[in-house]
């Protein structure tokens, strides 16, 4: 067996480590508003086991209302389960970056809280379907039937995105790769709040109104890392994030307003067995917000990301399903996908 020579023989000093290494050995400081995100997200940690599930009676709903509700927070789950190895990947990106201490502590909170998010909708899902998952689950309703066939597409759809995304975080800085975040943090944000205002179950109302407060450090996570690095961007970046931004919009319509036909491959009966869905557990007290309304949202926080995005002289992509102008983006795949939630 070759020895491998010491270089501390040789050398007083090591030498200089090939960057960038992995990890910094240093907690440089900055940006003082990231730091204060941090703080904020270790007063608001929760634990979603924790919540009130003693006052939830599955018993008290038939079949078909908590299939529908169980197929709601499958879909929000199509999401949120992919968003923790997403985080988790940005985060050590931030490391290899060698990223001020308090961005890397926020990506640390982003995914802690997407797997809370996650491990809500397991809870969720468990105690409604009394299964372990809602794909092996046997359905009792034609409607809970249907659903169950809308959430296989959904996964389907939702799986595709992963090998585009580990060849993107390598390539793309992290103002870049999060381009779209901010978008889908507001819509999110606003969506949660009200579902949380409209719940008539105390430990949905506790878990909405949790998971509205995390996104909306997400979006302020987002926000702030725009404003230090939107000023020095690449020229060729900017087309990018136009790209992107189409992108997060066709991604995230799928659960914070309706599934662009064009982009998601579904079946054609999807939308209408989802809309019934909605319906059956709006009336059992369950809030989601109707068409109106989420559209209102996601035009909102759209709006809202283009006056960010004008203020860097970055084109915004036109959005006419919700009433906005902008360059035109075609050809847009699954696999172009940077996801965010
Ligand atoms: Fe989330
Ligand atoms: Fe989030």
Request: hydrophobic residues 40%; contains cysteine.
């Amino acid at each position: 067996m070759a020895t491998r020579t010491k270089l501390a023989a040789e050398m007083d000093t090591p030498p200089a480590i090939e960057q960038p290494n992995v990890f910094p050995l240093s907690w440089k400081q900055g940006t003082a508003k990231m730091e204060e995100i941090w703080e904020a997200s270790r007063r608001e940690v929760w634990d979603p086991a924790q919540l009130s599930w003693d006052t939830f009676d599955p018993d008290s709903y038939t079949w078909e209302e908590r299939e529908a509700m169980a197929y709601w927070w499958t879909l929000l789950s199509v999401f949120d389960a992919s968003a923790p190895p997403v985080f988790a990947s940005a985060f050590i990106k931030t490391y290899e970056l060698h990223e001020e201490d308090a961005v890397r502590r926020c990506f640390f909170s982003v995914t802690q809280d997407e797997q809370n998010h996650e491990q809500m909708c397991g809870l969720a899902i468990r105690k409604l379907l009394a299964w372990d998952d809602p794909m092996t689950y046997e359905p009792k309703t034609e409607l809970g039937m249907k659903a169950q066939r809308n959430a296989q597409w959904l996964y389907f759809n939702g799986g595709r995105y992963w090998e585009g995304y580990k060849q993107a975080v390598p390539k793309y800085s992290l103002a870049v790769l999060f381009s779209s975040f901010l978008m889908g943090e507001i819509a999110a944000a606003t969506i949660f709040h009200q579902m949380a205002a409209g719940a008539r179950e105390p430990v949905f109302q506790e878990a909405f109104t949790n998971i509205g407060r995390d996104e909306g450090r997400h979006m302020a996570i987002c926000m702030t890392l725009m404003e230090r690095d939107y000023p020095k961007l690449a020229v060729e970046d900017r087309d990018l994030i136009t790209k992107q931004i189409r992108a997060g919009y066709l991604f995230l319509s799928a659960v914070l307003f309706e599934p662009p036909e064009d982009f998601w491959d579904l079946p054609a009966d999807f939308i209408e067995v989802q809309r019934r869905c909605e319906t059956v557990a709006r009336d059992a007290g369950f809030h989601i917000p109707d068409y109106e309304t989420k559209k209102e949202n996601w035009r909102q926080a759209i709006l809202n990301l283009k006056g960010v995005l004008d203020k860097y002289d970055i084109p915004f992509p036109a959005i006419p399903e919700v009433g906005i102008d902008g360059q035109e983006i075609l050809d847009v795949e699954m696999e172009d996908i940077i996801p965010v939630f």
